[in-house]
């Protein structure tokens, strides 16, 4: 009598046979998994704007606020925050007002959207390729490491990837040529995703022009259409509502962005910054087979490959230069590297000769995947900001906060996580005790009783100087950065102020 097969590999068995039978299942169920874990895990926020343009407006506009409404100098689409703006007035109207409870609504949403860009990245691989390449690129999209953490983020540059992705597909499906139903779907969808993303424009005109170069004259003005109605409908009406003239927000940012001065400000580098961020980002060796890949691809999947150039060539040539900017293409340049590499490893007889190469070259790369896929998506991005404003939530004593650093200029504290309205008092090394002291004493409002000291540099003669203004300070708690703030800090000390924060009570305040 054979002995029974153990658990562990019947259940390998298992996932193997569904693998060969339903492996767009297995890979929407691996992306729904670990989309999970972050939305659990992986609280906080990843840049200043997916926050603050985005979560705190919109609940300032809950409280009654009405930052940028009315103003047609604003920068900033309203679409996304809208919608988040309708979804926290929902939530509270049903008694669920704790912000971080509201956030991991929020993420978990995200994450379920963005299996849509799984879906339409495997469905248009396997229209354009074969089974085999549509496996591994659904995979990628699925679990590629930095995947889950960015799509359970605010970030409007993933938010806009389910309908360019899907976009693509409607035009690629069919081999001959696009319909024009197809193409003005396809329209609709670019418009939407325009109207999260303005940038994304590059890409949607981009796919008019290969149309044009094909002389598919009814199919790009069908696009053009689809494009034109979206755009107004989800950006020009509702701008003009808001702001009182259509398209306000990309006329302002248009104006913000032309002028050099503007641009200083941000990160600034040489045209091939991305071309190394992306060597990088896709774990060498792998990442340059996959850019060479990429390359190969241009003619025979050109209405993938010259809008995802063009949008490269785009961002590589404007002065601002920002990591997050080339995630609405990154599932693109996935998709479009795993086909032109895979077709050339199966047509080389150097490679067919030497399998245990290939084997090892992505034995790596899945290795070093797996640990940084399980370690971003754990991970508490700006921690100290975001649980010191928690910690203060949970005391209702709380009727004023001052935010003290050693750095010349304060963070933005995310009072979302505080949870009601506070005054708040900002107190950066370049900002005198006796600047506070008038202000405080011309503001007419309760003093405040709470002190955050951000960054553990000199903190004792800081707390001292602090004194002068609280003489009964009492230290309350310490809360430290998670691993990967304190990394980034250190990479990047300029751009990712992550540090250790000191809480202190003002005994008595009032």
Not at 25 to 50: C, E, P, T
Not at 214 to 234: D, E, K, M, Y
Not at 333 to 359: F, K, N, Q, T, Y
Not at 436 to 456: C, H, I, K, T
Request: hydrophobic residues 50%; positive net charge.
């Amino acid at each position: 009598m054979p002995f029974p097969m153990p658990k562990s590999k019947q259940l390998a068995e298992r996932i193997r046979a569904e693998w060969e039978q339903r492996p767009l299942a297995v890979i929407l169920v691996a992306a729904a998994a670990f989309r999970l874990l972050a939305a659990l895990f992986s609280r906080g926020y990843g840049m200043y704007d997916d926050h603050f343009f985005t979560v705190e407006v919109a609940q300032r506009w809950v409280e009654g606020h009405r930052d940028w409404l009315g103003d047609p100098s604003s920068l900033h689409a309203l679409l996304y925050p809208g919608l988040h703006y309708l979804l926290f007035a929902g939530l509270e109207k049903i008694g669920l007002t704790d912000p971080q409870l509201k956030m991991l609504v929020v993420r978990v949403l995200h994450g379920a959207y963005s299996l849509l860009t799984v879906y339409f990245g495997y469905r248009t691989v396997l229209a354009v390729s074969d089974a085999r390449k549509a496996r591994l690129a659904g995979l990628l999209l699925a679990i590629f490491w930095l995947v889950p953490f960015t799509s359970v983020r605010n970030l409007v540059e993933v938010v806009c990837q389910p309908p360019l992705v899907a976009g693509l597909y409607l035009l690629v499906r069919d081999r001959e040529a696009p319909s024009a139903r197809s193409s003005l779907l396809a329209g609709v969808l670019f418009g939407l995703a325009f109207a999260v993303r303005f940038q994304t424009v590059v890409l949607g005109a981009t796919v008019g022009v290969v149309l044009l170069t094909r002389h598919r004259w009814l199919p790009a003005l069908a696009l053009a259409v689809g494009f034109a109605l979206s755009a107004f409908a989800f950006l020009g009406s509702i701008d003009w509502i808001a702001y009182g003239r259509p398209f306000s927000s990309v006329l302002a940012y248009l104006a913000y962005n032309a002028n050099p001065a503007n641009i200083q400000g941000y990160p600034v580098g040489p045209w091939h910054r991305y071309l190394g961020l992306l060597a990088g980002v896709l774990i060498p060796p792998v990442s340059l087979l996959l850019l060479f890949g990429f390359l190969r691809t241009w003619r025979r999947q050109a209405l993938l490959f010259w809008p995802t150039l063009a949008f490269l060539a785009f961002h590589s040539i404007y002065p601002n230069k920002q990591e997050r900017f080339l995630l609405p293409v990154l599932p693109l340049v996935l998709m479009l590297g795993v086909i032109g590499w895979e077709e050339l490893a199966e047509r080389s007889a150097w490679w067919s000769a030497r399998p245990a190469v290939s084997r090892w070259v992505w034995g790596w790369f899945w290795a070093v995947n797996l640990v940084l896929l399980v370690l971003l998506s754990t991970t508490y991005s700006k921690k100290t900001r975001v649980e010191s404003l928690s910690y203060l939530r949970g005391r209702p004593d709380v009727h004023g906060i001052v935010f003290e650093t050693s750095e010349q200029t304060i963070q933005t504290p995310p009072l979302f996580y505080l949870g009601r309205q506070v005054p708040t008092y900002p107190l950066p090394s370049a900002r005198s005790v006796d600047s506070l002291q008038v202000e405080l004493d011309g503001a007419g409002s309760a003093r405040p009783n709470y002190v955050v000291f951000m960054g553990q540099d000199q903190i004792q003669e800081r707390v001292a100087r602090v004194s002068q203004l609280f003489p009964t300070l009492a230290f309350e708690t310490r809360i430290q950065p998670s691993p990967i703030d304190r990394l980034a800090h250190f990479l990047n000390p300029r751009h990712n102020v992550n540090l250790a924060c000191d809480i202190y009570r003002v005994p008595g305040g009032h």
